[in-house]
């Protein structure tokens, strides 16, 4: 299979970044850039080489996410492996990365966090990163999603500064925490099936799927963070767009103060915040 091959079949099956996409597979299955591949100053595949790239094609026109296929996701300036146990890190999610920078960067003591449902433990690993006095909790309910949670901390040197727990939520934690983040299922079970084949096909359900109303791990979340959180901490949740009057709701039913919302690029209500009073 030729470049333009590629380029032809993932056209045909949809993919709007074609060539894009068939430059970076081909430099995948060549292990070389893509700068080298438009430049075309590689050298000529090897049989398996070739043969790995027909397959890296092949997954891509069944809408198997780029991501997966690389086996790897920049996020916050970061690099952190994915796979089908987890969610792909998303730009917007960044949002609770800076907040958690924002309210804890001056902390007078070092802060302690929990990341809620952490997947790829993107939000956490990047707020260690920026904070080198925090330590986290960071919960999951799937073992999988945290055995590859820890190889990223281990990558981005934050691991000594995390305890990692399965757990549903926060049930069974008994710290007090400065700020608790979390980027839950959310989508309402209706909606997930008019999601693009990549998210409702590949990515885990666990992790998208937020009951009929969107809100089903949303309210039990809020409600769990309020408790868990130090006089004055901060609860920070990624939500779905127009969601945003719904939980700010739940937020003040829980007894959250200072409830406010972040916008990402898109001027959606990205991100919900309150203070434990």
């Known amino acids: ?18 060539r894009f996409e068939a430059q970076l597979l081909l430099g995948l299955a060549a292990a070389v850039s893509r700068a080298q591949i438009i430049a075309q100053t590689y050298p000529p595949l090897t049989p398996e080489q070739t043969h790995r790239f027909i397959q890296l094609v092949l997954e891509r026109r069944n809408r198997v ?75 999951d309910i799937s073992a999988n999603a945290l055995t590859l949670a820890r190889r990223n901390a281990q990558a981005n040197e934050v691991a000594h500064r995390i305890d990692w727990v399965r757990t549903n939520l926060l049930e069974g934690i008994t710290s ?57 901490g901060y609860f920070a949740m990624e939500g779905a767009k127009e969601q945003a009057p719904d939980i700010i709701r739940l937020f003040k039913q829980a007894g959250f103060q200072e409830v406010g919302t972040k916008n990402d690029l898109a001027g959606i209500e990205r991100v919900i915040f309150g203070r434990k009073p």
């Not at 999610?93 to 924002?102: G, N, Y």
């Not at 952490?118 to 260690?128: E, F, Q």
């Not at 099936?193 to 409702?200: F, G, R």
């Not at 992790?207 to 009929?212: Q, V």
Request: charged share 20%.
């Open 1 to 18: 299979m030729t470049l333009e091959q590629a380029i032809s079949v993932l056209e045909k099956a949809g993919i709007e970044s074609a």
């Open 65 to 139: 996410p780029l991501a997966y296929l690389r086996g790897t996701q920049e996020f916050y300036g970061l690099t952190f492996a994915v796979g089908e146990e987890v969610l792909i890190p998303r730009p917007e999610t960044e949002l609770l990365v800076d907040f958690a920078r924002e309210k804890l960067n001056a902390h007078k003591t070092p802060p302690l966090l929990a990341d809620v449902g952490t997947g790829s433990g993107c939000i956490v690993i990047s707020v260690l990163k920026h904070l080198p006095t925090a330590t986290a909790v960071a919960t």
């Open 176 to 232: 007090k925490f400065d700020a608790i983040l979390s980027n839950p299922p959310y989508i309402s079970t209706q909606e997930v099936a008019t999601l693009q084949p990549e998210v409702k096909d590949n990515e885990p359900l666990l992790a998208l799927d937020g009951g009929e109303d969107g809100l089903a791990v949303v309210r039990p979340l809020i409600e769990s963070a309020f408790h868990a959180l130090k006089r004055g």
